[in-house]
């Protein structure tokens, strides 16, 4: 009699369990915010790099685009040739073109 009243009352126990996870609502995973809405937020921080002090770092870090390679070209440019007079100069840096220009040109500064 015990053994069967025991049975009962896990029976019971377990069932309850289950209907309690099956109806509970499930927890929906925050979706990933698409890369043109990260770069739209990141536009709107209004960084501003200056093509003149920046260091190699600073251009990876606070340009779209600018690996290691490109920001050494950027130093290299401006070591050899004196300080950018305006942003529009990037354009003669070795691997930097129009559309990388018009990706970071509000990020961009010449002081």
């Known amino acids: 009699m015990r053994k069967s009243c025991f049975s009962s009352l896990v029976f019971a126990v377990l069932t309850s369990l289950s209907l309690a996870v099956t109806a509970a609502p499930s927890a929906?995973?925050?979706?990933?915010?698409p890369i043109a809405a990260q770069m739209a937020q990141a536009e709107q921080t209004s960084i501003k790099v200056n093509l003149n002090s920046a260091n190699a770092g600073t251009l990876q870090r606070d340009l779209f685009g600018i690996g290691a390679?490109?920001?050494k070209a950027i130093i290299a440019y401006r070591e050899s040739n004196g300080s950018f007079?305006?942003?529009d100069e990037l354009l003669e840096v070795k691997g930097i073109g129009k559309a990388l220009l018009e990706k970071n040109r509000e990020r961009l500064e010449v002081k």
């Open 28 to 33: 929906k995973p925050e979706s990933p915010t």
């Open 69 to 71: 390679a490109k920001a």
């Open 85 to 87: 007079t305006a942003v």
